[in-house]
């Protein structure tokens, strides 16, 4: 096939499709953007040569291609679609192209990608080149489930940043064809350290272990000359490591081989014995022979790992809460100290000679002394100025075990001339128990001490003041210094703390060679711009290191009350995460506050999250809110940024859209009015489940959506950021003034998937068919058994789908037992028989039930996509956490029957004890998505229950079962049962 037929639009000859303008013609790349690769960008564009001479240098370096041509990718089948991801000059490519197979190609430099065409021209392969893409692995875009084979030879080298590789894998995962394999190679964690070793650079390697090397295997040249001779920084892996990548993108390990095998690090020798093409044939076989050796694995410089969609998924044995979650919203947090009368907040947690430690503040409530205080967009509210609080040391029980036991806590030493104390971080060194609090005079400033244990917490020495208020008048924190976080690290302590310079809290860093003298490096997380959730306050911080090798912040947001995370690689300069733990609803422990966080490790990449809650009572207690995987955490896209100008439009939408347009009906696709405000610049968008407005801004247009409360709002934000590991899903950010907090979401200029089943049939089964594959990766990733106390629900709750299947009995009664014909076949299902099955649906055994993250609202109005380019999205998540695996099928099935014009002309006439059901289904894509089983055959890797989703389809269709007068039902929710059965495959048409 030409590589100019790419030319063709999206919905082009099935062969290519969803290839077209992503790799749009033959001879020049497309761009996308870079960004912060540009070190690597410059390495490979200085000389594209490089890779294609290296693996022609000799016979070492040749039998990595005999490994990877002649075993891994030896019986691909006959003219495969391959994307190869890093294909560098086209080492690969153009073999797998002599090969009689269709190669596209994507790399971050534009001299290795001009390189490689002009080997296809030479060879007269132009024919086998799908087209080109100029972009970064984590940026690259691609068609969905369209190649045969995913080949990622060098992208995962040098991706540092976890999030970004784990992005890189998902997108180049989405590509694969059903059965196709993705094929991804590691530098081993030994292979820069051998490296080194053989150019006689020790004290490189000796500074790369003591900056932690082993642990985070990220490599940065240390020195100058190796900046100019070896190679820009790259990411190491361990085996273990490189698995959990690809599995954490929905993917099954197939096959693991070494490129080098028994001839690891022997390159002399191989050179030299090798050197002729008979010796070199048997060294070929022989190497080949021991790849797959677990002991050779990662004896080498490379391993490759093999994998595919994960057919069966293997659900962990761990619950959802002590599996680690992206979040802890709706998470149920246990109390673990508190008693009536008294305060407890702000901990600190250490693990200290084998010992889980926590210390904490604990106060008499009536000795705690307020003004009252008026926030913006707040209710006046009382604003704490004093109290009599000391900070205690004690026992952390194993989560689950029970509260603190403060009666055998220990009090830390109370600095001279304080009487108020707060604030702790304990640390250990040497044997040493570190703990660093801050403490004030009656009313005065707040100071920062240290005061050491050499006996694990039995006795302190005096507490020593180590940082006060800056005396520089326009410091940022010239009136308190407080809240101390502390670490060492790499010979250097860390402290980063709260300072207040009269309005506003903010977070700082300073240094310490001695843990004594400090050096102040000034803000480092500030405010946020208006309606942030930080906005009022960056504060109490709690750092721990992440899994990529950096920094991991937790924090208080002021305006939102809540938790915040933020992202370092040097302490210094963070990316914001956003919320990780919002306050809880009324009546619960944390509903004024979610605030002061404590982390502490559990060694398998999660944290053990602490905090203070605040309740309606302005009683402080100190919960657990349970394991943070800290992997998926970093792999959280950044919230959209706020501006003034959102800020405006926020208010605006408030404050002058009259109430009436905040109503909705109870089918909320039904017509509903709809306001647009008299410059045209603020429309509603309908039809919604709650109201959705477009606002033109000075920075373009913005989407805001009130919600019903502010749960809901923190709900759907924090469930998008989730989501999208797997979907595509619009960027957003919550916005809080007092008590409201809006979902503010950017602009997205597409169509309900829904029109497009008569504007546009066949791109509309094409990303149907997408949404399936990115459908079945989410589910294998986030599949959980089903508990009632972890499944999540839509205002859709089981006892209003019991209702309204009760509701249907009753209407349905006198045509119990006559069967469903549809356009003169049966179905060999009866009313009766549908009502029965949805009542048993709808309380499966939970032996039997899964649970799956997903929007809980999947319908085709709910898929946007572009008017004119291939991407779409996912919106609407207000209901996102852990929903019912079959229900959110029956849901996306449904929605294909009731919002769609795919059937039409439904009539329905009572004959001979049977029901005759007749309708119109649209041509091709009707008979394709209704009148079989196309849509549910695609998840048929997940443990999905047919007549369950059948049986939860009746409640679906309960408004169209309901609407109009005509006996026995509305003919348009009959039709759309019959046609249900056909879709799970029930009755004639299985």
Same mark, same amino acid.
């Given at each position: 096939? %030409?590589?100019?037929?790419?030319?063709?639009?999206?919905?082009?000859?099935?062969?290519?499709?969803? /290839?077209?303008?992503?790799?749009?013609?033959?001879?020049?790349?497309?761009?996308?953007?870079?960004?912060?690769?540009?070190?690597?960008?410059?390495?490979?564009?200085?000389?594209?040569?490089?890779?294609?001479?290296?693996?022609?240098?000799?016979?070492?370096?040749?039998?990595?291609?005999?490994?990877?041509?002649?075993?891994?990718?030896?019986?691909?089948?006959?003219?495969?679609? /391959?994307?190869?991801?890093?294909?560098?000059?086209?080492?690969?490519?153009?073999?797998? $192209?002599?090969?009689?197979?269709?190669?596209?190609?994507?790399?971050?430099? /534009?001299?290795?990608?001009?390189?490689?065409? =002009?080997?296809?021209?030479?060879?007269?392969?132009?024919?086998?080149?799908?087209?080109?893409?100029?972009?970064?692995?984590?940026?690259?875009?691609?068609?969905?489930?369209?190649?045969?084979?995913?080949?990622?030879?060098?992208?995962?080298?040098?991706?540092?940043?976890? =999030?970004?590789?784990?992005?890189?894998?998902?997108?180049?995962? %989405?590509?694969?064809?059903?059965?196709?394999?993705?094929?991804?190679?590691f530098l081993t964690r030994t292979s820069i350290l051998r490296d080194l070793l053989k150019r006689g650079r020790f004290a490189e390697m000796s500074a790369l272990i003591d900056g932690g090397y082993l642990d985070h295997g990220r490599y940065q040249p240390l020195s100058q000359v190796s900046a100019e001779d070896y190679m820009p920084p790259v990411r190491t892996h361990l085996l273990v490591e490189g698995e959990a990548l690809l599995e954490a993108a929905g993917l099954e390990i197939t096959d693991r081989h070494s490129l080098e095998g028994v001839a690891a690090w022997?390159?002399?020798?191989?050179?030299?014995?090798?050197?002729?093409?008979?010796?070199?044939?048997?060294?070929?076989?022989?190497?080949? %022979?021991?790849?797959?050796?677990?002991?050779?694995?990662?004896?080498?410089?490379?391993?490759?790992?093999?994998?595919?969609?994960?057919?069966?998924?293997?659900?962990?044995?761990? %619950?959802?809460?002590?599996?680690?979650?992206?979040?802890?919203?709706?998470?149920?947090?246990?109390?673990?100290?508190?008693?009536?009368?008294?305060? +407890?907040?702000?901990?600190?947690?250490?693990?200290?000679?084998?010992?889980?430690?926590?210390?904490?503040?604990?106060?008499? =409530?009536?000795?705690?002394?307020?003004?009252?205080?008026?926030?913006?967009?707040?209710?006046?509210?009382?604003?704490?100025?004093?109290?009599?609080?000391?900070?205690?040391?004690?026992?952390?029980?194993?989560?689950?075990?029970?509260?603190?036991?403060l009666a055998d806590a220990r009090p830390l030493p109370i600095p001279d001339g304080c009487d108020d104390v707060t604030g702790v971080s304990l640390t250990t060194h040497r044997n040493e128990l570190h703990a660093y609090l801050s403490a004030r005079p009656d009313s005065g400033r707040w100071s920062i001490y240290r005061t050491i244990s050499r006996d694990s917490g039995a006795t302190w020495g005096p507490p020593r003041l180590i940082l006060a208020p800056s005396t520089q008048t326009a410091a940022t924190d010239s009136e308190h210094v407080l809240l101390p976080n502390v670490l060492h690290r790499d010979g250097i302590w860390w402290m980063w703390y709260a300072g207040r310079d009269g309005h506003h809290r903010r977070i700082h860093v300073a240094t310490s060679l001695d843990g004594l003298t400090w050096q102040r490096h000034g803000v480092v997380v500030t405010t946020g711009p208006a309606g942030a959730p930080d906005a009022y306050a960056a504060d109490c911080p709690a750092v721990t290191a992440s899994t990529d090798g950096g920094l991991l912040m937790f924090y208080g947001a002021g305006s939102s009350r809540s938790l915040a995370a933020a992202h370092s690689r040097d302490g210094l300069n963070w990316r914001p995460l956003g919320l990780v733990l919002h306050r809880g609803g009324p009546g619960s422990p944390d509903?004024?506050?979610?605030?002061?966080? +404590?982390?502490?490790?559990?060694?398998?990449?999660?944290?053990?999250?602490?905090?203070?809650?605040?309740?309606?009572? $302005?009683? *402080?207690?100190?919960?657990?809110?349970?394991?943070?995987?800290? $992997?998926?955490?970093?792999?959280?896209?950044?919230?959209?940024?706020?501006?003034?100008? /959102?800020?405006?439009?926020?208010?605006?939408?408030?404050?002058?859209?009259?109430?009436?347009? *905040?109503?909705?009906?109870?089918?909320?696709?039904?017509?509903?009015?709809?306001?647009?405000?008299?410059?045209?610049?603020?429309?509603?968008?309908r039809p919604s489940s709650t109201p959705v407005f477009a606002v033109s801004t000075t920075g373009g247009r913005v989407v805001i959506k009130p919600g019903r409360s502010r749960a809901f709002a923190e709900r759907e934000h924090t469930g998008l950021q989730a989501l999208a590991r797997h979907l595509p899903v619009p960027t957003t950010a919550l916005h809080y003034r007092g008590e409201e907090a809006t979902l503010v979401a950017q602009n997205l200029d597409g169509v309900p998937l829904r029109s497009l089943s008569s504007t546009a049939p066949d791109r509309f089964l094409r990303v149907l068919g997408e949404l399936a594959t990115r459908l079945v990766h989410g589910a294998t990733a986030t599949l959980t058994p089903r508990t009632d106390a972890a499944v999540d629900h839509s205002l859709e709750t089981p006892a209003v789908l019991s209702g309204w299947v009760e509701d249907l009995a009753r209407r349905l009664q006198p045509w119990a037992g006559h069967t469903l014909h549809l356009n003169g076949a049966p179905t060999q299902l009866s009313c009766g028989s549908l009502v029965h099955l949805a009542r048993r649906s709808l309380t499966p055994a939970a032996a039997n039930g899964w649970l799956v993250h997903a929007t809980g609202d999947l319908h085709l109005g709910n898929v946007l996509v572009h008017r004119s380019q291939p991407e779409w999205w996912v919106i609407d998540a207000e209901f996102a956490g852990l929903h019912d695996l079959d229900q959110t099928l029956a849901k996306l099935a449904g929605s294909c029957l009731k919002h769609t014009d795919l059937f039409t002309e439904a009539a329905v006439h009572e004959r001979n004890g049977t029901l005759q059901i007749t309708c119109h289904l649209a041509e091709a894509v009707g008979e394709q998505v209704l009148g079989s089983t196309w849509l549910l055959d695609r998840f048929d890797g997940l443990p999905v229950d047919r007549s369950r989703i059948l049986g939860l389809l009746v409640p679906d269709m309960y408004f169209r079962l309901t609407r109009g007068e005509e006996s026995p039902a509305a003919a348009e929710g009959l039709a759309a049962l019959a046609l249900a059965a056909r879709m799970t495959g029930h009755g004639a048409a299985r």
């Open positions: 096939m %030409s590589s100019t037929s790419l030319d063709s639009p999206l919905d082009a000859d099935s062969s290519v499709k969803g /290839i077209a303008g992503l790799f749009p013609e033959g001879r020049e790349p497309t761009n996308t953007v870079i960004g912060d690769m540009q070190e690597v960008t410059s390495y490979y564009d200085a000389d594209p040569e490089r890779e294609w001479q290296r693996t022609r240098s000799g016979p070492y370096h040749r039998l990595e291609n005999e490994v990877i041509h002649h075993s891994v990718l030896a019986d691909l089948p006959c003219a495969s679609r /391959i994307l190869d991801i890093g294909s560098g000059p086209g080492t690969h490519a153009l073999q797998l $192209a002599r090969r009689g197979h269709q190669v596209a190609l994507v790399d971050l430099s /534009i001299a290795s990608l001009n390189s490689a065409r =002009a080997r296809f021209s030479e060879a007269g392969l132009d024919g086998q080149l799908l087209g080109t893409q100029h972009a970064a692995a984590q940026h690259l875009t691609v068609p969905v489930g369209q190649f045969d084979a995913v080949l990622m030879f060098g992208p995962l080298y040098h991706l540092l940043d976890d =999030a970004d590789a784990a992005e890189a894998v998902r997108r180049a995962a %989405s590509a694969l064809a059903p059965g196709g394999r993705l094929h991804a190679i022997m390159r002399p020798y191989v050179d030299h014995s090798a050197a002729d093409e008979a010796a070199f044939t048997a060294l070929s076989r022989v190497v080949r %022979s021991t790849t797959r050796l677990a002991e050779l694995l990662e004896a080498g410089d490379h391993f490759l790992l093999s994998a595919a969609p994960a057919r069966l998924p293997r659900p962990s044995q761990r %619950s959802r809460h002590s599996a680690g979650r992206a979040d802890i919203v709706g998470a149920p947090a246990q109390v673990l100290a508190g008693a009536e009368g008294r305060v +407890a907040f702000a901990p600190a947690v250490v693990n200290h000679q084998g010992r889980r430690l926590i210390a904490m503040a604990i106060g008499p =409530a009536d000795a705690r002394t307020y003004t009252p205080r008026q926030l913006a967009g707040r209710a006046p509210e009382p604003w704490y100025t004093g109290g009599r609080n000391r900070v205690v040391l004690a026992r952390l029980p194993v989560p689950g075990a029970g509260p603190v036991s509903s004024r506050y979610a605030f002061y966080p +404590a982390v502490l490790p559990d060694g398998a990449g999660r944290v053990r999250l602490l905090y203070s809650g605040e309740d309606d009572q $302005a009683r *402080w207690t100190v919960l657990d809110g349970g394991l943070l995987d800290t $992997a998926l955490l970093l792999e959280r896209p950044a919230p959209l940024p706020l501006t003034c100008s /959102i800020d405006t439009a926020v208010e605006r939408v408030r404050s002058e859209v009259p109430e009436r347009y *905040w109503e909705t009906p109870d089918d909320c696709h039904d017509e509903a009015p709809a306001y647009t405000s008299a410059d045209g610049r603020l429309t509603q968008l």
